[in-house]
C-alpha cells in the first residue's frame, strides 16, 4: 500500500489519471480493476476514477509493490539549455520568449524546443524535484508556428494549467501579433474572416471568402490595426481562432503578405530568414474574482524584438 497526499499539482486531476502517474507499472486494465475492486480510497472512501482530487485529499492504493516499483521514464529535457528569455514569472506561470526557428514543443527529428528549455530552466531553478516521480511537468498552455517568434505561457503546476488552458478558450486571455506587411492593408483597420483549408500538395493553408464544401474547412477571423503605413508597414494583428499560419494566409489573401514569407507570396525578405512576425503582447482580460490566478487581472506583458520595435 501507498499513501499520497494531492497538491496543487494534482489539484483537479482525475483519480484515475492520477494513479497511471503515481502506479508506474500499472497498465490501464490494473488502474481500473483496482478501482473496481476498491482498492483505490480517497479520505478513507472509494470512488470511480472520474473523482476530481482537491488539495490535501489523502490518496491510498491497496496494490502489490512491484506496480510500484517500476523505473520512472527518462526526460530528456533534462539535458536542454537553459537559457531563456523571461517576459514575466512568478510562483503558478513563466512566460517566455521563444525566438524564431526553435519549435514551441519537440517535434519528430528535433528535441530542442521551447518547452524543453522551460523544463531545464526550472529544473535548475529547484522547481522541478526529480528524486520523486513528479506528477505534473511545467507545459505550455498553447503554442506558436516554429518560424513565428514570441511569448507563450507555461504552467507550472496542473492548477495553473487548467485555468490557463479555460481562460485562453474563453479569450480571457488575449494574445497580440506584431507583423511587417509588404503593403499598408485597406482600410488601416478591421477584422479579415473566411475559411481556411490546407493543401497537401503544397503544404499551404487555403483561404476561401465563402465556406467551402470541403468538411475539413475551419472558419477564422482576425482583427487588425495599422501601427505604421510607411512600407514595410507595420500591423497589430489579433486572433479570434487559432488556425494554422492564420495571420500569414490572411494578410497575403488582401494582397499584404508578411514581408519575408515566400511560402504565401512575398517578395522582399527584408533580409529576414523568417516571416516578420511575433506574438508581442498577452493580455489577461478578466475581473479579480478571488481565483487562484486572478491576481493577473488586467495585467499586460509585453516583449518585442528589436527588428520590430526599431521600424515602429
Not at 49 to 77: T, V
Not at 149 to 167: C, D, E, P, R, S
Not at 218 to 224: G, I, V
Not at 289 to 312: I, M, N, W
Request: glycine share 6%.
Amino acid at each position: 500500500m501507498k499513501k499520497f497526499t494531492a497538491d496543487k499539482n494534482s489539484e483537479g486531476m482525475r483519480l484515475d489519471r492520477f494513479m497511471s502517474k503515481s502506479v508506474p507499472g500499472a497498465r490501464t486494465g490494473d488502474i481500473y480493476k483496482a478501482l473496481r475492486k476498491k482498492k483505490v480510497r480517497v479520505n478513507g472512501k472509494h470512488f470511480d476514477g472520474a473523482y476530481r482530487l482537491s488539495i490535501g485529499d489523502e490518496i491510498c492504493i491497496y496494490m502489490n509493490d512491484e506496480f510500484f516499483d517500476a523505473e520512472a521514464p527518462a526526460f530528456q529535457w533534462v539535458n536542454s539549455p537553459c537559457e531563456i528569455d523571461v517576459a514575466y514569472e512568478d510562483s503558478n506561470i513563466v512566460i517566455a520568449y521563444k525566438p524564431a526557428g526553435l519549435p514551441s514543443q519537440e517535434i519528430e527529428g528535433v528535441k530542442d524546443s521551447l518547452e524543453s528549455r522551460i523544463r531545464s530552466y526550472l529544473f535548475r531553478k529547484g522547481e522541478i524535484n526529480m528524486s520523486e516521480r513528479p506528477l505534473f511537468v511545467p507545459s505550455l498552455c498553447h503554442r506558436i508556428d516554429r518560424n513565428t517568434a514570441g511569448l507563450l505561457i507555461a504552467a507550472k503546476n496542473h492548477t495553473a494549467q487548467t485555468i490557463v488552458n479555460q481562460m485562453i478558450k474563453e479569450r480571457k486571455i488575449r494574445k497580440l501579433y506584431l507583423c511587417r506587411t509588404e503593403r499598408a492593408p485597406k482600410p488601416s483597420a478591421g477584422e479579415i474572416c473566411g475559411w481556411l483549408v490546407r493543401s497537401d500538395r503544397d503544404k499551404k493553408m487555403i483561404f476561401y471568402d465563402e465556406k467551402p464544401k470541403n468538411a475539413a474547412a475551419q472558419y477564422c477571423k482576425t482583427a487588425y490595426r495599422t501601427v505604421n503605413k510607411a512600407a514595410p508597414c507595420i500591423v497589430e494583428a489579433e486572433l479570434f481562432t487559432g488556425r494554422k499560419h492564420q495571420i500569414r494566409v490572411s494578410f497575403a489573401h488582401i494582397g499584404c503578405p508578411l514581408c519575408g514569407d515566400v511560402k504565401y507570396g512575398a517578395g522582399d525578405t527584408r533580409g529576414g530568414k523568417y516571416q516578420a512576425l511575433e506574438a508581442y503582447k498577452i493580455v489577461f482580460d478578466f475581473d479579480d474574482k478571488g481565483g487562484p490566478l486572478d491576481y493577473l487581472a488586467h495585467r499586460t506583458v509585453e516583449r518585442q524584438s528589436t527588428a520590430l520595435r526599431d521600424e515602429r
